[in-house]
């Protein structure tokens, strides 16, 4: 059973550096064809997928928030973690992480429950 | 501005078939395959259709998916009232270094 949960800070200011961990179990992070992701939603607005890395440490990264993102994981903690700098109150948003399974073809699978994040002074 | 275009609403009785579209591009819909998402109220999207057409387990036969060129399309069928969510396509795009798109989101009333 795949599971996945977002941890982190609800609310942060204005120019500061947001940090998501992402904890999963069910899986693991070494297995050839997996990947995990984070995709987030403003509030009333739709997704967005931000970053991917993948079972063999390979990123990607939305090009319009590329300079601003950062994903690594930690396969002996079945962890993944999401850094974000210069955060802005366009920022506020849902953020989600999610279990990717890719191959011939690639979609999200199982998806956490996704964590509110506001950003305010 | 999403990449993919997607109506922002789409509407129908209990019983009748309705159909979502999403458009895209040569780079994401035309290179690659497209996943269907809904998201009820207050919780996390689910997938619905991944590979264009296939239908995880546990997902109803009422959902079905279709891609022609560079657009696809969700039908739901025998529309029930449960099936009031936002519907989301994705799908990835190989240009620069390869990123994930999705879709503006539709939501489906039942009336």
């Known amino acids: 059973q795949i599971t996945l949960k977002e941890s982190g800070p609800t609310l942060v200011k204005p120019t500061q550096t947001l940090t998501l961990t992402c904890t999963f179990s069910?899986?693991?992070?070494?297995?050839?064809?997996?990947?995990v992701g984070w995709i987030r939603q403003p509030p009333g607005k739709a997704l967005e997928w931000l970053a991917l890395i993948y079972w063999n440490d390979d990123k990607r990264y939305s090009p319009s928030l590329k300079s601003r993102l950062t994903i690594t994981k930690d396969t002996s903690k079945n962890q993944v973690v999401l850094t974000m700098t210069n955060m802005d109150p366009v920022d506020t948003a849902t953020y989600y992480c999610?279990?990717?399974?890719?191959?011939?073809?690639?979609?999200?699978?199982?998806w956490g429950q996704g964590t509110l994040v506001t950003v305010s002074s | 501005q999403s990449v993919l275009t997607q109506p922002p609403s789409a509407s129908g009785t209990p019983g009748q078939r309705v159909t979502i579209s999403c458009s895209g591009s040569?780079?994401?819909?035309?290179?690659?395959?497209v996943n269907w998402y809904q998201q009820l109220p207050g919780t996390a999207p689910k997938l619905l259709i991944y590979?264009?057409?296939q239908r995880p387990s546990g997902v109803p036969d009422r959902f079905s998916g279709s891609k022609s060129g560079t657009s696809a399309s969700l039908a739901i069928s025998g529309l029930q009232s449960e099936d009031e969510a936002d519907y989301y396509c994705?799908?990835?795009?190989?240009?620069?270094?390869?990123?994930?798109?999705f879709g503006g989101g539709t939501k489906l009333t039942v009336l």
């Open positions: 999610a279990h990717m399974r890719e191959g011939a073809v690639a979609f999200f699978d199982y």
């Open positions: 590979s264009n057409n």
């Open positions: 994705a799908a990835w795009d190989d240009s620069l270094n390869g990123f994930w798109v």
């Open positions: 040569s780079s994401n819909i035309g290179s690659n395959t």
């Open positions: 069910g899986f693991s992070l070494s297995t050839s064809g997996v990947g």
